[in-house]
């Protein structure tokens, strides 16, 4: 069975996805920017999980994610936000965050209650591809979530590959080596770098 995110692509090749930090700019504000931001034509959401150490996230998002934890936001109270979010959206949720508090959580548990409200997928930049596929992949599947792995320019061939055959759902292009965030524009190389692979 298909889930959002796939369906979503089917549909259209060329989507708009935006990230924004539960919890800020005040606790009770995710549901509501979820909601606006359908109405506003968005077709994916990605709900950043805030977490205290986010090194690979540049200043904006470091800021946002340090309010959103000075508020009160956690994983549990996230999940009790969105126990209902099926009820009004109807576009593809992803949440994207780090390793560490999935893990404190229980990765079957943190799986179970996604699947449980409707999320379609994780994006865990600090989760290694390998240790994803050894011991965490079959949770996924068996939860329908897709895990959206990322390249980056420094990607090998062979490694984008290797992601590609174990990839569920799309895959994340980074720009740039650097944090995320951090660039107002794209230069040559992400150009070049997004024009080396086929739409």
Do not use: W
């Not at 979503?8 to 979820?34: H, M, N, Q, V, W």
């Not at 931001?37 to 990605?46: A, F, P």
Request: proline content about 5%; hydrophobic content about 35%; glycine content about 8%.
């Amino acid at each position: 069975m298909l889930n959002r995110i796939h369906q979503k692509l089917r549909e259209d090749k060329k989507i708009l996805s935006i990230y924004f930090t539960a919890g800020f700019p005040d606790l009770e504000d995710t549901t509501i920017i979820i909601q606006n931001l359908e109405k506003s034509g968005v077709d994916m959401i990605e709900i950043g999980l805030p977490f205290s150490d986010p090194l690979a996230d540049g200043p904006t998002i470091q800021v946002s994610s340090t309010q959103a934890l000075k508020n009160g936001m956690s994983t549990e109270l996230l999940f009790d936000q969105l126990k209902n979010i099926r009820e009004t959206i109807q576009i593809p949720l992803l949440i994207m965050g780090y390793f560490n508090p999935i893990f404190q959580y229980g990765v079957q548990a943190f799986c179970n209650k996604c699947q449980e409200i409707g999320i379609d997928g994780l994006i865990i930049p600090d989760l290694p591809i390998d240790v994803y596929q050894e011991k965490y992949k079959s949770v996924f599947e068996e939860c329908g979530l897709s895990n959206v792995l990322l390249i980056t320019p420094q990607t090998t061939d062979e490694r984008v590959r290797y992601i590609d055959s174990i990839s569920s759902g799309f895959i994340y292009m980074v720009s740039s080596a650097s944090t995320t965030g951090a660039q107002s524009g794209f230069g040559d190389e992400q150009t070049s770098y997004s024009n080396g692979f086929p739409n």
